[in-house]
């Protein structure tokens, strides 16, 4: 099945400058995970669009955390998938 973009409601989110510097930066910050760029560049977004659930099944969502001084969590689901 392909999915015609411009034709539909699917919406594009495009990469920042800043964005990018904030990948950069959690990369860093978190040296001891295995945190992809994509993973990365993704936390971004959702900081920045203020989204704050994520369906996934990437561990990696439930380590990170965000916010003043690193206090919240992305609500994860499926909850159970994911180890």
């Keep these: 099945m392909t999915i015609m973009v411009d034709k539909s409601d699917i919406k594009v989110i495009c990469l920042t400058e800043h964005?990018?510097?904030?990948?950069?930066?959690?990369?860093?910050?978190?040296?001891?995970?295995?945190?992809?760029?994509?993973?990365?560049?993704?936390?971004?977004?959702?900081?920045?669009?203020?989204?704050?659930?994520?369906?996934?099944?990437?561990h990696h969502f439930l380590i990170y955390r965000y916010g003043l001084h690193r206090q919240k969590a992305f609500t994860c689901l499926p909850e159970k998938s994911i180890n």
Aim: hydrophobic share 40%; charged share 20%; aromatic share 18%.
């Design 19 to 58: 964005d990018l510097e904030a990948a950069w930066h959690t990369i860093n910050a978190y040296a001891d995970q295995s945190f992809s760029f994509t993973d990365c560049t993704t936390f971004s977004i959702m900081e920045r669009l203020r989204i704050s659930d994520v369906f996934t099944f990437d």
